[in-house]
């Protein structure tokens, strides 16, 4: 492609709505232009990457046994009544009706879907498994869309749904695409730890999400350099820890005036926040709890949604606390509390503690769990911090926040028996589906990939997702001698089988340069005096800034190799199972 006759349009200055880096070199580079909130146009340069990464999602599918097919994004609310979906999902889901008035979504995912289609085609135990996948567009309503392509509210994914017999067969399903997305990820040219994962609303088992490393994750995850325990902290169980025993004292009320928070408690009354009990409020569903963790740590809601199993958590509003502890916000505590009592698995570890009274401008001291207030449920309800003891081997935590990309689930036979969805075995016997489902967000990990590889005058694409391999750079198209050399070579690059753009507009050097960088190819070859006098180009890596003086003559095998070679770093190991 010749870049004057390519819609590219590269800008200067960040815009104004980008706040991460990403979502600014996405829109910087020309790779992708905004259509509305959350929805986004994918410019040349952007749907090359794209297609880059939808290749090697469907090589390693496929190598493992995936079949491609496209499900429709248009839904009947119909099967989402029968999974009794259609009503857990509120506005996030995106919701029409046909002109016969008829209630239909845009998918946000596709188990339905996939399931009715399965339900009718398959009826025997010799059709399986069958591991069905689609690289598809998805609606889901996001509150706030933000960071461009990595929470928009239509991008695109890869969704794989499997379909075994039984359990082993899921698991032997379930490993593949671990080793399947392994190789994806890697390919990509991505740092990403697999991480155990909640299985949140899915209910099932076994999840686990891959993430990539980056500054701008929204996840929060663990991980332990002494053994492959990596967690999200939604999940992440969290290990009691023992504060010093002492005997248990008379409990006594003193005067706190003023003093409301954890920290000024601790500082008023000369006592670490570990010897403090925070006393959180709740509303689960349509019950309020009373939730008990350490002066210095934090709830983890997910952990307490699942205890709790309820649909709706959030934080009581203080007007409600006032009233269940008759005392204000700053000085609630558990003893003499009348309502059921969580507490994180520390609280009863704890002796001779400090909590609220209840009762305006004062704490308790000497607080012991049992003796002055009873606790209802012990739960691990804390969020997990970097520092502490690695579950698995007990080494120090490291914790880390992580983008998303791919996340895999052991569903069971939850969509299976709600549509009723069956095989016959050996026997005649009629069975469930057991599946699996498994999805890889294709335009944020472009945005991830970004993320990841990126300098102050651009991004840095790994050869193996780059929108193309080399760009050659004529320093001068006033220069006949010059402009024909690039062409020649870029016709030669071609003939090579390379990806190559040759940059032939009429503009300063400078600012092709600028916009080589800002772009991102790996390679950059520019055709100047040089060329024309001493018959060299001058061959610049983006990666490593290295630049090297090529004989004309030899600059596409060259490149060629330049190109193989760093092709070999992305390659994936594809021992231990395979389809
Ligand atoms: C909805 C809406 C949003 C949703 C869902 C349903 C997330 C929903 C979970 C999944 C699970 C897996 C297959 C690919 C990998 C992820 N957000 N999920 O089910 F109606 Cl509005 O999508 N599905």
Redesign the pocket.
Known sequence: MKVSQMLISTLRENPAEAEIVSHQLLLRAGLIRKSASGIYIYLPLGMRVLEKISAIVREEMNRFGGQELLLPIVQPAEL?QETK?WD??GE??FRLKDRHNRDF?LG????EIITDLVRREVNSYKQLPLLLYQIQNKY??EKRPRFGLMRGREFV?K?L?SFDRDQEGLEHSYKKMYQAYTNVFKRCGLDFRVVEADSG??GGSTTHEFMVLAETGEAAIVYCDECDYAANVEKAEAIPMETEKEPAAEMELVATPDARTIEEVAGYLKVSPKRLIKTLFYRADDEIVAVLLRGDREVNEVKLQNHLDCLQLELADPKQIEEIAESPVGFVGPVGLNVKILADKEIPLLTNAVAGANREGYHYKNVNPGRDFEIDEVADLRQVEAGEPCPKCGAKLNSARGIEVG?I?QLGTKYSEALNAKYTDENGQEQLLVMG???IGISRTMAAAIEQNHDENGIIWPITIAPAQVVIVPVSTKEEAQVEAAEKLYRACLNAGLEVILDDRDERAGVKFKDADLIGYPIRVTVGKRTVNEGTVDVKLRHSGEEQAVQLTEATSHLKELVDNLFKQYQAQYEGITA
């Open positions: 989402w979906r857990v999902y996030e889901m979504c946000p995912t596709h188990e889901r309503d994914m969704d749904y609303a899915i996340q689930f489902c498994y999805g």
